[in-house]
T-cell receptor, first 109, second 114 residues
Framework: GQNIDQPTEMTATEGAIVQINCTYQ??????LFWYQQHAGEAPTFLSY??LDGLEEKGRFSSFLSRSKGYSYLLLKELQMKDSASYLC??????????WGAGTKLIIKP | DGGITQSPKYLFRKEGQNVTLSCEQN?????MYWYRQDPGQGLRLIYY???????QKGDIAEGYSVSREKKESFPLTVTSAQKNPTAFYLC?????????????FGPGTRLTVL
């Protein structure tokens, strides 16, 4: 079966750095997405990786290792507004998105 | 402003009633999707459509129906056959499905069946 694993919840301090991991086992791979979702709201797109390596976009960076079936989202200079769930999703060989359950990130002052 | 709208944001229905959730997009996207989100679970695909008058079942289509009569609109009907309809329903769209195109989401409808 297809599977996406992420930690259920993480806590970090304002101004710090946090890394949210995602491991996947899917039938084929056409890229990996990270979305941010505030409680009760729609997911919003953060990043897309299809090649190995690090993609940096402001305070957020996303890393992919296809051989290890692994990705992480790195958030720097954490702000209170970064408190949200972070969803990892893999595009499989049928171009269907397979979603992880999400990681709830709690930012403390 | 381009985007995806879903209405209403909160919906309450009695058990045994059918209910239709609306989804409209003005992004000129070809593909549209319906997902269901439950606590502690990833998004699950209910139905998707790549072009007008065509749609395909997702992983959990039982108890749901859709139509795609217009490119902009993709309403979802939750029927009385759906055993656990209470959930957060998200509609999304993308330029084209058979590509690595990003999906953009509407604000969601939280359905509660009493």
């Amino acid at each position: 079966g297809q599977n996406i694993d992420q930690p259920t919840e993480m806590t970090a301090t304002e101004g710090a750095i946090v890394q949210i991991n995602c491991t996947y086992q899917t039938s084929g791979f056409n890229g990996l997405f990270w979305y941010q979702q505030h409680a009760g709201e729609a997911p919003t797109f953060l990043s897309y990786n299809v090649l190995d390596g690090l993609e940096e976009k402001g305070r957020f960076s996303s890393f992919l290792s296809r051989s290890k079936g692994y990705s992480y989202l790195l958030l720097k200079e954490l702000q209170m507004k970064d408190s949200a769930s972070y969803l990892c999703a893999v595009l499989d060989s049928n171009y269907q998105l397979i979603w992880g359950a999400g990681t709830k990130l709690i930012i403390k002052p | 402003d381009g985007g995806i709208t879903q209405s209403p944001k909160y919906l309450f229905r009695k058990e045994g009633q059918n209910v239709t959730l609306s989804c409209e997009q003005n992004l000129n996207h070809d593909a549209m999707y319906w997902y269901r989100q439950d606590p502690g679970q990833g998004l699950r695909l209910i139905y998707y459509s790549q072009i007008v008058n065509d749609f395909q079942k997702g992983d959990i289509a039982e108890g749901y129906s859709v139509s795609r009569e217009k490119k902009e609109s993709f309403p979802l009907t939750v029927t009385s056959a759906q055993k656990n309809p209470t959930a957060f329903y998200l509609c999304a769209s993308s330029q084209i499905r058979t590509d690595t195109d990003t999906q953009y989401f509407g604000p969601g409808t939280r359905l509660t069946v009493l």
